[in-house]
């Protein structure tokens, strides 16, 4: 009697113990589009031609066909709801060379 008493309250006081603790899952971390720093911006130069972009910014995840001459560099780092970098670097061409470029690098620190 006195072994299936403790038994019992050995079952129970694991129970209690596990249902306190929530189970959670794990949250990856995603990275999506051209991953841009600051000092791939400050290499930037007017006048630079589409290759010479390309080689210092990698190729730009959107293109747009009915724009040729403007090049979207988005970048997003997220895990589940938490938001690390969301940022947009524009690039404006004229005749095959590099015109202006809108857009900031934001630091999250």
Do not use: H
């Amino acid at each position: 009697m006195r072994k299936n008493l403790s038994i019992a309250l050995l079952t129970a006081s694991t129970l209690l113990i596990a249902s306190c603790s929530l189970p959670r899952t794990y949250q990856v971390v995603i990275s999506q589009g051209n991953l841009v720093d600051q000092e791939m911006i400050d290499k930037l130069e007017i006048g630079m031609t589409e290759s010479q972009v390309k080689f210092v910014m990698g190729t730009p995840l959107i293109s747009d066909t009915f724009s040729p001459n403007r090049w979207d560099y988005f970048t997003s780092v997220t895990q589940g709801e938490t938001i690390y970098t969301k940022q947009k670097i524009t690039l404006f061409f004229k005749d095959k060379a590099l015109l202006r470029w809108d857009g900031e690098i934001v630091s999250n620190e």
